[in-house]
């Protein structure tokens, strides 16, 4: 298995075990919906961080890939404007949706920052 399917797996499982208590607080607080609008959070999130996974494997074969980088960030960021107008459009927290985005991203910090802990302590020859 590559380093970047073993990152991108590590980052899944993270973001899963921080939304779980999320979803379970968005629940007692704002009951169904709550619920419901941190795990449409969380799914974008996946969404967006599999849609960065996706373009990082295939950026070597891009001619000009500081264009569609660009592209992508911008097709990513409407996706989850959509996403969450139509969900709001059907009451179900803003709050909540933006919650579980940042479970993803709070994911990637963390996973991020172990590993930047397990380089410090890899004693050099």
Known sequence: ??????LSERILISTLILALPCMMIAFLVFSWPGLFGV???????IVG??????FCKTIESK?????????NYVL???????VMAFFA???VPVLAMLVGILCNKLA???????LGKEAD????E
């Open 121 to 124: 302590n890899v004693p050099s």
């Open 108 to 114: 990637i910090l963390l996973v991020s920052m172990k």
């Open 39 to 45: 795990l449409i959070g969380t799914i974008l999130g």
């Open 63 to 71: 001619p000009n890939a500081k264009r569609q980088g660009s592209l």
């Open 49 to 54: 961080f599999l849609a960065i996974v996706r």
């Open 89 to 91: 459009y059907w009451h």
């Open 76 to 82: 990513r960021f409407c996706l989850y404007g959509c």
């Open 1 to 6: 298995m590559d380093d970047l399917k073993k």
